[in-house]
């Protein structure tokens, strides 16, 4: 399939933060934006000097068509190492106006999705904390209570590590990508690969119903040595029906690189071949969400890339001012198709951490985005 064909031409950019950019993707260049105005429908704000930074944006679409995004706190003022707060808005306007409709105490790094017409928030409670798992039935504005292993308290006693990665649904289950850190100590180079599964008719609050695959490591010689992490895994489908676990990888050079991981049937192992397994990936050193396209053929992402010539800019994993669109067949050969956002100042500004949907013939996204506000800092918006 010609992924960058039909698809380009029609779709219109729809977003949470990304409103109206562009009619169609026209071609990989990037185009500066004004310094103080952020893009887009800002959802939520935080200013820089309130030390509580807006991160983990995620996205749903409700069954009539609402939207509800959510994100937690990070930074010197939040909770997110002791109960992490996760805030979720709505909007009954296809993102135009946002409303706030609860506050989640104890949700970080989490996944809203939706299923059998119920909405999910699903991540670890606390930065590196257990699994919890809740559901809304009146589109975010309630949540049910994790209080045991019966009503939403999946995995505890170890420290976990996820993003608003994808939840999806194959072959009767549902799968999400999560990391553990083990031994439990310093960022990324001891975080294990695996997924969570259950089955798709069964309670999702009851933790015997859920499946969790054995951890894999992974090794500091990979990539000729330059492999300093894995991490925020996004399971897919592949094309010839595999369930495969496409992971971000923290490297010191380019290109960027992601790592695919073949994930058993049954969901409780995982299995690696570093020879083949590590693929170019623009913006693959960020996290990144992909989606195949509903129409058939073919993958997307939203991902932060860095342009040609930022290479001597520092690590890749610290230049977030470039949001691209790209593409492909086959998860293995990706594309940029073009450049949506980009800001001359990497320093202080970055699109990053973009969860999103299709909608129709729409694109629908949510991004943590660092931008001038005009008020004397870097605000954070999504």
Not at 81 to 97: N, P, Q, Y
Not at 211 to 232: Q, V, Y
């Amino acid at each position: 399939m010609p992924v960058a064909g039909p698809l380009l031409s029609r779709r219109n950019w729809i977003a949470a933060s990304l409103v109206a950019l562009t009619p169609a993707c026209q071609g990989p260049r990037a185009f500066s934006l004004p310094r103080t105005t952020p893009p887009g429908t800002v959802i939520c704000h935080s200013p820089a000097s309130s030390g509580l930074y807006i991160g983990s944006p995620s996205l749903a679409l409700l069954p009539g068509g609402d939207y509800v995004a959510s994100h937690d706190f990070f930074g010197p003022r939040s909770g997110e190492h002791d109960l992490a707060t996760t805030r979720v808005f709505r909007s009954s306007d296809r993102g135009r106006t946002w409303r706030l409709a609860s506050v989640v105490e104890g949700a970080f790094w989490s996944s809203l999705f939706v299923h059998r017409g119920a909405l999910y928030l699903l991540g670890p409670d606390r930065h590196h904390g257990r699994v919890l798992i809740r559901r809304s039935a009146d589109g975010g504005r309630t949540w049910s209570r994790p209080t045991d292993d019966r009503s939403g308290v999946l995995r505890t006693g170890l420290q976990h590590h996820g993003a608003p990665v994808p939840v999806i649904e194959h072959q009767g289950r549902l799968w999400r990508a999560m990391e553990w850190r083990n031994p439990p100590e310093a960022w990324g180079v001891n975080y294990r690969a695996g997924v969570l599964s259950a089955p798709a008719d069964s309670d999702l609050l009851d933790a015997a119903n859920w499946t969790t695959s054995e951890f894999l490591p992974s090794d500091r010689t990979w990539n000729h040595g330059d492999m300093g992490a894995w991490l925020e895994g996004n399971v897919v489908v592949a094309p010839d029906g595999r369930l495969v676990n496409l992971m971000r990888v923290d490297t010191r050079g380019l290109p960027e690189k992601a790592a695919i991981l073949d994930v058993a049937a049954d969901g409780r192992s995982l299995a690696f071949n570093p020879d083949t397994g590590f693929i170019d990936f623009p913006g693959g050193a960020k996290k990144f969400t992909v989606r195949p396209d509903p129409a058939g053929g073919g993958y997307w992402t939203l991902a932060s890339v860095v342009p040609r010539g930022w290479h001597t800019a520092g690590k890749p994993a610290r230049i977030r001012n470039t949001l691209a669109l790209a593409s492909s067949a086959d998860l293995r050969q990706w594309k940029v198709q073009c450049h949506l956002l980009h800001h001359v100042d990497y320093h202080n500004h970055g699109f990053q951490y973009v969860d999103w949907h299709f909608d129709g013939p729409d694109i629908v996204a949510a991004c943590r985005t660092a931008h001038d506000d005009g008020m004397g800092g870097r605000a954070q918006c999504t």
